[in-house]
């Protein structure tokens, strides 16, 4: 049966495994059972059903989804949606909580997913991480553990798609953050409709869909089942950049250009394409340059061979195999310098770039990635 916020450990872990405390964690009932999604269709809207069974149907038959749940109205409806297709094509739907521990609210909110899980009737599984902000960032710091907390948590069930929430507001946001922060081209693709972390790969079915649309299905939700979602206060928290133009710019933007975030969507996708064809020849690129069996390194000397303008693209390309952030244009001409006039064997000096908890190096004529602590 299901079960409700009774079951929510309190110590973090709820996948079957070890709990912070060492005790084992509870679960909620498994089944996606098509009664219970069948139970909350008023709820559901056509047009957020519909990107979820065409994402969901290129996935392998009968590999299990996962959610993550944040138990805002976003991640909630998304939930909500994923169990009536899951249901429908026999699938196993899992939810996954991270607790980051950054509001006093935060242990409410974990109740209030594994509730809706129970409401549901599928599993919940949520862990608490400690987010360590110095360096890059509260925000960014958050985002990389919490997407290292769902991979390992997914791994744990053997799970290997996860569903995220992001939608359309949340795109054209993205983009307009980037434009100011002076991304380039590429950068103005924003958020992808599918990311690979680690081994697991995360969908992005609503990136078309308008939050008002999520927001309508939450309310009609909320009036049959009674649950309410979180509210996370640092959405409307002007010291945050996303909160700020929330709060500040998108009332002028919505009253002089009301359709300002499908534009800006539209030139995600834009850009994504140009995205592509820019990887494409990236990848090219990358074969010439001898790179390791792990693609951690590879040759200077083919590197400075390339023609300028393929430099930067190829190292951007290897740096996301890496899975790392890419660096901002003023360090991106600082490596170009470094690599350009370092000796071909790297032995004139002493070549060590640090970026995001990695050490970029040259060490006997290649250019290597290696974990902070394998520099002395």
């Given at each position: 049966?299901?079960?409700?916020?009774?079951?929510?450990?309190?110590?973090?872990?709820?996948?079957?495994?070890?709990?912070?405390?060492?005790?084992?964690?509870?679960?909620?009932?498994?089944?996606?059972?098509?009664?219970?999604?069948?139970?909350?269709?008023?709820?559901?809207?056509?047009?957020?059903?519909?990107?979820?069974?065409?994402?969901?149907?290129?996935?392998?038959?009968?590999?299990?989804?996962?959610?993550?749940?944040?138990?805002?109205?976003?991640?909630?409806?998304?939930?909500?949606?994923?169990?009536?297709?899951?249901?429908?094509?026999?699938?196993?739907?899992?939810?996954?909580?991270?607790?980051?521990?950054?509001?006093?609210?935060?242990?409410?909110?974990?109740?209030?997913?594994?509730?809706?899980?129970?409401?549901?009737?599928?599993?919940?599984?949520?862990?608490?991480?400690?987010?360590?902000?110095?360096?890059?960032?509260?925000?960014?710091?958050?985002?990389?553990?919490?997407?290292?907390?769902?991979?390992?948590?997914?791994q744990g069930v053997g799970l290997a798609h996860m569903l995220l929430a992001h939608h359309q507001d949340d795109q054209a946001e993205t983009v307009l953050l980037r434009l100011l922060r002076g991304a380039g081209p590429l950068g103005l693709a924003a958020m992808r409709p599918l990311m690979r972390f680690q081994e697991l790969d995360c969908h992005r079915p609503w990136l078309d869909q308008p939050r008002s649309r999520i927001l309508a299905s939450a309310r009609v939700f909320a009036r049959l089942s009674g649950w309410q979602p979180a509210r996370d206060p640092s959405n409307v928290d002007p010291r945050y950049a996303r909160a700020a133009l929330r709060t500040d710019l998108v009332p002028v933007?919505?009253?002089?250009?009301?359709?300002?975030?499908?534009?800006?969507?539209?030139?995600?996708?834009?850009?994504?394409?140009?995205?592509?064809?820019?990887?494409?020849?990236?990848?090219?690129?990358?074969?010439?340059?001898?790179?390791?069996?792990?693609?951690?390194?590879?040759?200077?000397?083919?590197?400075?061979?390339?023609?300028?303008?393929?430099?930067?693209?190829?190292?951007?390309?290897?740096?996301?195999?890496?899975?790392?952030?890419?660096?901002?244009?003023?360090?991106?001409?600082?490596?170009?310098?470094?690599?350009?006039?370092?000796?071909?064997?790297?032995?004139?000096?002493?070549?060590?770039?640090?970026?995001?908890?990695?050490?970029?190096?040259?060490?006997?004529?290649?250019?290597?990635?290696?974990?902070?602590?394998?520099?002395?």
């Open positions: 049966m299901s079960s409700g916020p009774a079951d929510v450990p309190p110590d973090g872990l709820d996948s079957g495994g070890l709990a912070q405390s060492g005790r084992r964690g509870r679960r909620s009932s498994n089944p996606c059972v098509l009664s219970a999604a069948a139970s909350w269709d008023a709820a559901c809207d056509a047009s957020l059903l519909e990107p979820l069974r065409a994402v969901m149907a290129t996935l392998p038959a009968g590999a299990a989804v996962g959610v993550a749940l944040s138990a805002g109205a976003d991640s909630a409806m998304l939930a909500l949606h994923a169990a009536r297709v899951a249901a429908t094509q026999q699938r196993t739907l899992h939810c996954f909580h991270i607790h980051h521990g950054l509001q006093p609210e935060a242990d409410v909110w974990m109740t209030q997913a594994h509730a809706l899980a129970g409401l549901l009737q599928v599993s919940c599984h949520s862990r608490r991480v400690v987010v360590d902000g110095q360096g890059r960032g509260m925000e960014a710091a958050a985002r990389a553990a919490r997407y290292a907390a769902l991979s390992e948590l997914a933007l919505d009253a002089r250009w009301p359709a300002w975030r499908q534009t800006l969507a539209r030139h995600a996708r834009q850009a994504q394409d140009l995205s592509a064809w820019v990887d494409d020849a990236a990848h090219d690129d990358w074969v010439r340059l001898q790179p390791a069996a792990d693609g951690r390194s590879f040759s200077l000397a083919a590197w400075r061979a390339l023609p300028p303008l393929r430099q930067v693209p190829v190292l951007r390309y290897w740096l996301r195999t890496l899975g790392l952030r890419m660096p901002t244009e003023a360090r991106m001409h600082a490596w170009l310098r470094q690599l350009r006039q370092v000796h071909a064997l790297g032995h004139d000096r002493n070549v060590r770039l640090r970026h995001d908890g990695v050490w970029i190096v040259v060490d006997r004529g290649r250019v290597g990635c290696v974990r902070e602590t394998q520099v002395e």
